[in-house]
């Protein structure tokens, strides 16, 4: 019988611990597919953070290691700096690693243009810590640690990263895309690609948002959460590019 559809050599044969529902594990294969189809997993190190992927060096086929919470880019810019052009280097964060505790590496690993990639997962809540609120959850969601529901005056705005980021000189590709279909999951992937490409390009810092589902947390089934992300987060983080100069860097 011929195989139409086959685990990627990006990822081990491993079960992964994500509730179900979660769209960790589709932003993995993407992840891990784009690097084998690069050639490049021989020559990636991956950073992981703290939170629901803490364990995605047990995922992901090619060297990887553990940086404390929020430090994944300040750790993914030592290990570039020591290693070869040739090699690839990813953070792989959520947004309660990336845009809390990790706010200040992030911003100054853009500001200087370092030569990494980073996979900012957004699912808008605390999810392995038992669901409180983040800086990405929206006005009116209710968590563990806003149970009536996010206000401006309490809690403030939601923090959008990738416009943040995009303002920055140093940041040469953003771009936000979302999981909740396969069409936005391949164009996902489009966009994971470009963003390797930058890097192996020694063109920069590049950064892609990547909307996620939270089902245990938001207290929804997983195709509720789908439609939650369609319907409650994109109209507040809208998708697209938010910073391309690769072209000018490249002197076209």
Same mark, same amino acid.
């Given at each position: ?15 992964? #611990? ?9 932003? #993995?294969? /993407?992840?891990? %597919?784009?690097?084998?189809?690069? &050639?490049? /997993?021989? !020559? ?13 060096? @047990?995922?992901?086929?090619? @060297?990887? +290691? *553990?940086?404390? #919470? ?7 810019? &030592? ?5 070869? @052009? ?6 792989? *964060?959520?947004? $309660?690693?990336?845009?809390?505790? &990790? ?8 500001? !200087?243009?370092?030569?990494? +990639? ?8 605390? $999810?392995?810590? $038992? ?15 806003? =149970?009536?529901?996010?206000? =401006?005056?309490? *809690?403030? /705005? ?25 069409? #936005? ?16 390009? *020694?063109? &920069? ?29 994109? =109209?507040?983080?809208? /998708?697209?590019?938010?910073? @391309?100069?690769?072209?000018?860097? %490249? $002197?076209?």
């Amino acid at each position: 019988m011929k195989t139409v559809f086959k685990r990627t050599a990006g990822l081990k044969d491993n079960d992964t #611990h994500y509730c179900p529902g979660c769209t960790h594990g589709i932003i #993995h294969r /993407l992840v891990a %597919e784009t690097l084998e189809e690069l &050639g490049a /997993l021989e !020559r990636t190190v991956g950073v992981a953070s703290v939170g629901c992927s803490v364990l995605a060096y @047990d995922y992901f086929n090619c @060297d990887m +290691t *553990q940086a404390a #919470h929020g430090r994944a880019p300040a750790v993914a810019t &030592g290990i570039k700096r020591v290693l070869p @052009d040739d090699r690839l280097v990813f953070t792989y *964060q959520g947004d $309660g690693d990336l845009a809390s505790i &990790g706010m200040g590496e992030i911003v100054h690993s853009a500001a !200087r243009s370092e030569n990494i +990639t980073v996979i900012f997962v957004n699912n808008a809540i605390y $999810g392995m810590t $038992g669901g409180q609120m983040a800086p990405t959850s929206l006005i009116g969601q209710k968590t563990a640690t806003s =149970p009536g529901g996010r206000t =401006p005056r309490a *809690q403030g /705005l939601p923090i959008r990263v990738s416009e943040m980021l995009a303002t920055l000189d140093g940041s040469t590709y953003i771009e936000r895309v979302s999981t909740h279909n396969v069409p #936005h999951i391949i164009k996902a992937k489009k966009a994971i690609r470009k963003a390797f490409e930058t890097q192996e390009k *020694q063109q &920069g810092f590049s950064l892609i948002e990547v909307l996620s589902t939270c089902p245990t947390n938001w207290g929804l089934t997983p195709e509720e959460s789908l439609d939650w992300v369609r319907d409650e987060m994109i =109209p507040y983080y809208p /998708l697209g590019i938010y910073k @391309d100069i690769r072209k000018e860097r %490249e $002197g076209v």
